[in-house]
């Protein structure tokens, strides 16, 4: 079969569609590219959500946050409800342990309730976490926030609990929001809650 | 083996997460080809460090070592910064 032969006027193609497939290959350039940028960005992100402000559950999220920071991970904690405590300079050095419905403490709920019990079990997970030199929550806080982890407090509940801007750790991210977090989310590999 | 040391990092006494985070503090300053000694106590070190390099670009884990100095076990680990 000839190849010089001018293509039938059956199989030629409109202008208009000319110009269709014209476009359609921009769109599906302008696509590749915006993918390939995408796979390019091998920086990984993980994304805390913090709800929580007793002594024992403040240590999960930063200890994660921190370690996360030294492989190379993008990390941000957003703070909310009582995980705002954990970044409130004053209250998160005074952190309590409840004694009330831990049923790995040696004390039963009955008794657990009492006043007064609430600071002895604070104060013999205090001393256990001296005794094995395990760091502070203020030590993990200012360790996070000098490997970069982006601690953030959450704007509804400061002003739910009164807080105020100045009460937290410098270097602590206010005037966040649910919005701000999710979106974090969204790009993020990892997500937790705590 | 031998390996010559650049650096020395002393994190004994300190607990999880710390020997990991500072371990990554002293390797950034390292200089292409330079080796970190880090001496810990942390048992859990041995493991941490070793996923720590594993996951780190650079970061070649060249030995770990165990041995009792006055009665307690201390862990030593070497990492290399790839040229």
Redo the contacts between chains.
């Keep these: 079969m000839s190849t010089d032969t001018p293509a039938n006027s059956e199989s030629a193609l409109s202008p208009e569609e000319v110009a269709e497939l014209r476009s359609r290959v921009d769109e599906l350039e302008t696509e590749l590219s915006t993918l390939r940028t995408e796979m390019d960005d091998d920086s990984k992100k993980m994304v805390i959500i913090a709800t929580k402000g007793t002594l024992d559950m403040a240590y999960p999220p930063l200890?994660l946050a921190?370690?996360a920071?030294?492989?190379?991970y993008d990390v941000t904690v957003f703070h909310t409800f009582w995980g705002l405590e954990i970044l409130h300079e004053e209250n998160s050095k005074d952190l309590k342990l409840s004694s009330v419905g831990n049923p790995n403490l040696p004390v039963p709920n009955a008794i657990a309730a009492l006043p007064g019990m609430d600071r002895m079990t604070t104060r013999m997970m205090r001393g256990k976490i001296e005794d094995?030199?395990?760091?502070s929550v203020e030590e993990?806080v200012r360790?996070s926030l000098d490997?970069g982890v982006d601690l953030q407090a959450c704007q509804m509940t400061i002003d739910l609990l009164g807080y105020d801007e100045d009460d937290f750790y410098e270097g602590v991210t206010t005037g966040v929001g649910a919005a701000s977090a999710f979106q974090e989310m969204v790009d993020a590999d990892i997500q937790l809650l705590v | 083996m031998s390996t010559e040391t650049t650096e020395t990092l002393d994190v004994k006494?300190?607990?999880?997460?710390?020997p990991?985070?500072k371990?990554?503090g002293a390797f950034d300053e390292l200089a292409d080809g330079e080796t970190l000694e880090v001496v810990a106590t942390?048992a859990g070190s041995v493991s941490d460090i070793a996923g720590?390099a594993d996951?780190?670009?650079g970061a070649e884990l060249l030995d770990q070592t165990e041995a009792s100095e006055d009665g307690e076990t201390v862990y030593k680990h070497y990492i290399r910064k790839a040229e």
């Design positions: 200890i921190s370690t920071a030294a492989f190379g094995n030199d395990v760091a993990l360790t490997s | 006494g300190q607990n999880c997460p710390m990991v985070i371990t990554k942390d720590w996951s780190t670009d």
